[in-house]
């Protein structure tokens, strides 16, 4: 029975239980920390994002941050004109307040709600701010986003103007947590690259760029590049691209500073820009505009007054009203940029030239593969599929996600585990793929030999990717392999796959790895399910001596009423991650490359032995 709706029904929370009951509106989900969009690093980007309007303003070339990468407690220490002396309480509690709402003080910021710091004080466990003007300083302390103390006086030391903030996320409220240091550091980095001068000191390291997004691209690309980075920079926008011969494309995207790694209006504008300048350029041809971004690194950074983002994190930028304006600007300066450098435009054309003969050929390859599956059988005979779908392109109102996110696709090895799975799963949401043992090693072939590989080729169209991303029908693709040997070595062969074709999906945040459990420990009364050998340890001092413990070899051991606990709402996902490693490329190829000998090598130098066995 539902209780009675009245009057006492309605509640009115003040902004501070508001925010620790619903963090998701203002700095996206809680999460583990191991993604980069997790709210951890949202907390730390609301008080940098101060920081560096401060140096876009011209005051302020440094700004020293520490993070305790174990509890989360941060530091950022700027030297700009620092908090005025009495409203210091104000910016960092009073929702809706803040600098940002005159254009005066902060003309090109991507803080504009007045809501960032506040957020941060409110889900943090103690937040600490002081400022320093003219040998004054005004501090004050929170705890759990109330005031506890402030004070307001002469400095007794001289200090150099500026902001300090102190803050330790709050666990009670956004639960267990671990910062990833490539995270940090990548945020930091990119902070720097879209601001040439910048320099940040995290935890002792310096962290500058002095050629701005030109320095992205070359330590992104690195020896990949084709022909010389094409590099504009007007007023109110910068652009800098070049090809690679990796497959896909890559962009770094940025608003007032902010990285929007969602993309948005300005990256949409850059895409169509660049394609209508290239079809102007050489008039007799005409590329399409795949051929085009196929292998194509860019970043494109905008400036303008009073941006409007998709939500708090500021991840995307939606101001579809200038997008035909900058179109045109963006054309004209492009265009003028290939006339310049017309022996690099040849190399660009050559490229483009070069992937359409090689997508015409894939799309014969292609042809071939349908006619060959379609003469064995309709369907995919290794998938078991769900009801519902991902539909980018529709956007649910209640969640403003794309409708179908929560569905997801297991890739899981043999019969065996399939079986168990396919009986466990939810039918309307969950669909499973069977791996016929080790998949091909995808490292070194082109894009033709998958679609030649009849597992693969029905991977590719299971998932719906076979010309777009756009069309990908699962919110979430996930690994489900034993726990053994041969079980790893699946997941490095698909991670493989992954990232040398579809990286996208990687930095997207939609392939993850199932967590299962290694042990079950029981007695009579009571059991527990583990899954590492702290926890196994920890359920056998609960259920006593005597307790029995079995070593789960795979996953055609759990009957499909077990199994259903693990792939239920609380399934434990690893996200599989490309970390900030600018020798992605060198690193897969030591792995999954030919050198056997080498890795042989490296493997029996890593050894770590316990001498209690010898």
Same mark, same amino acid.
């Given at each position: ?5 009245g ?5 009115t929370?003040?902004?501070v239980?508001h ?5 998701g @509106?203002y700095? $996206?989900?809680p999460g583990?920390?191991?993604m980069y ?17 401060? *140096?876009?303003?011209g ?7 520490n993070?305790?990468?174990?509890? $989360?407690? /941060? ?7 620092? &908090?005025?002396?009495? !409203?210091?309480?104000?910016c960092?509690?009073?929702?809706n ?14 803080g504009?709600?007045g809501?960032?710091?506040k957020?941060?004080?409110?889900l943090?466990?103690?937040?600490e701010?002081?400022? %320093? ?5 005004s501090?004050?302390y ?7 103390s402030?004070?307001?006086? !002469?400095?007794k030391?001289a ?11 709050d ?6 947590f671990?910062?990833?240091e #490539? ?8 902070y720097?690259?879209v601001?040439?001068?910048l320099t940040?000191?995290?935890n002792g ?12 691209i070359?330590?992104?690309?690195q020896?990949e590049k084709l ?5 504009i !920079?007007t007023k109110?926008f #910068?652009?800098?691209?070049?090809h ?6 890559e962009?770094?995207s940025?608003?007032n ?9 300005h990256?949409?504008?850059f895409?169509?820009?660049l394609t209508?300048?290239?079809?102007e350029?050489?008039s ?6 795949? +051929?085009?971004?196929?292998?194509l690194?860019?970043?494109v ?5 009073n941006?409007?983002?998709?939500g708090?994190t ?8 200038? !997008?035909?304006?900058?179109v045109?600007?963006?054309k ?8 310049r450098s017309?022996?690099?435009a ?7 030239e070069?992937t359409g003969?090689?997508r015409?050929?894939?799309n014969t390859?292609?042809?071939?593969a349908? #006619?060959?599956?379609q003469? /064995?059988s309709v369907r995919v005979p290794?998938?078991k599929?769900c ?7 529709k956007?649910?109102?209640?969640t403003?996600k ?6 997801m696709i *297991?890739?899981?090895e043999?019969q ?9 799963r939810?039918a309307?949401n969950?669909?499973? *793929?069977?791996l016929? $043992? ?10 033709e030999?998958l679609y030649?590989n009849e597992?693969f080729f ?6 719906g990717? #076979? ?5 990908l ?8 392999t034993d726990?053994d040997v041969?079980?790893?070595? &699946?997941?490095m062969?698909?991670s493989? %796959?992954?990232m040398?074709?579809y990286r996208?999906?990687?930095?997207? =945040?939609?392939?993850? &790895?199932?967590?299962?459990p290694l ?11 583990c %899954? ?6 920890d359920a056998?001092?609960k259920c006593g001596?005597g307790?029995?413990?079995?070593? %789960?070899?795979g996953? =055609?051991?759990l ?5 259903k ?7 434990r996902?690893t996200?599989v ?5 600018v020798d992605v490329?060198?690193?897969?190829? *030591? ?9 042989? +090598?490296?493997? @029996? ?6 001498s209690s066995?010898f």
């Amino acid at each position: 029975m539902a209780k009675d709706y009245g009057d006492t029904s309605i509640k009115t929370l003040d902004p501070v239980t508001h925010i620790r009951m619903r963090p998701g @509106m203002y700095v $996206g989900e809680p999460g583990t920390g191991a993604m980069y969009h997790d709210c951890i690093y949202i907390l730390m980007k609301e008080v940098i994002d101060n920081s560096v309007d401060e *140096f876009v303003m011209g005051q302020g070339k440094r700004i020293d941050v520490n993070v305790n990468y174990d509890t $989360g407690e /941060t530091s950022v220490r700027d030297y700009g004109r620092g &908090i005025p002396l009495g !409203k210091v309480v104000d910016c960092v509690s009073q929702m809706n307040t803040g600098g940002k709402f005159n254009s005066d003080s902060f003309q090109f910021s991507a803080g504009m709600n007045g809501v960032g710091t506040k957020a941060v004080n409110a889900l943090s466990s103690f937040f600490e701010v002081r400022s %320093f003007r003219d040998g004054e300083y005004s501090e004050a302390y929170f705890e759990e986003g109330q005031l506890k103390s402030q004070k307001r006086g !002469k400095q007794k030391t001289a200090e150099k103007n500026g902001t300090f903030i102190r803050y330790k996320p709050d666990v009670k409220v956004l639960k267990s947590f671990k910062v990833r240091e #490539e995270h940090v550091l990548r945020r930091m980095k990119m902070y720097c690259y879209v601001n040439a001068g910048l320099t940040i000191v995290l935890n002792g390291q310096e962290i500058c760029s002095d050629h701005g997004l030109a320095d992205l691209i070359a330590d992104e690309a690195q020896f990949e590049k084709l022909y010389a980075p094409f590099h504009i !920079k007007t007023k109110q926008f #910068e652009i800098i691209f070049t090809h690679t011969n990796r497959f896909g494309e890559e962009y770094h995207s940025f608003v007032n500073g902010q990285y929007t790694t969602d993309g948005g209006t300005h990256l949409s504008a850059f895409k169509e820009s660049l394609t209508k300048a290239l079809n102007e350029f050489d008039s007799k041809k005409k590329f399409d505009g795949d +051929d085009i971004r196929d292998g194509l690194i860019g970043a494109v950074s905008l400036k303008i007054m009073n941006p409007v983002f998709e939500g708090q994190t500021k991840i995307k930028f939606v101001m579809n009203d200038i !997008k035909g304006e900058l179109v045109n600007e963006m054309k004209k300066e492009i265009l003028a940029a290939l006339h310049r450098s017309s022996s690099e435009a040849e190399k660009l054309v050559k490229k483009i030239e070069e992937t359409g003969k090689i997508r015409s050929q894939l799309n014969t390859i292609k042809k071939q593969a349908r #006619e060959r599956t379609q003469a /064995t059988s309709v369907r995919v005979p290794q998938l078991k599929d769900c009801k519902n779908h991902l539909k980018l392109d529709k956007i649910e109102k209640k969640t403003g996600k794309p409708e179908g996110s929560e569905t997801m696709i *297991f890739l899981t090895e043999g019969q065996s585990a399939g079986g168990t799975l396919g009986n466990a799963r939810d039918a309307l949401n969950q669909a499973v *793929f069977f791996l016929r $043992g080790k998949p091909l090693n995808t490292f070194g072939v082109g894009k033709e030999v998958l679609y030649k590989n009849e597992e693969f080729f029905n991977l590719i169209k299971t998932l719906g990717i #076979e010309d777009t991303l756009d069309h990908l029908r699962y919110g979430k693709v996930i690994f489900a392999t034993d726990a053994d040997v041969d079980g790893l070595h &699946i997941r490095m062969l698909l991670s493989t %796959f992954f990232m040398r074709f579809y990286r996208q999906l990687i930095t997207d =945040g939609r392939v993850y &790895i199932l967590e299962t459990p290694l042990f079950r420990v029981r007695n009579k009364k009571e059991q527990y399910y583990c %899954f590492s050998e702290k926890e196994r340890d920890d359920a056998q001092k609960k259920c006593g001596k005597g307790c029995e413990t079995t070593r %789960f070899k795979g996953l =055609g051991e759990l009957n499909a009423k077990e199994f259903k606990d693990f792939i239920g709402p609380d399934m434990r996902l690893t996200p599989v991650t490309c970390s900030d490693d600018v020798d992605v490329e060198k690193t897969i190829k *030591f792995y999954m490359g030919a050198n056997t000998p080498e890795r042989k +090598d490296y493997i @029996m130098d890593s050894l770590v032995c316990d001498s209690s066995e010898f």
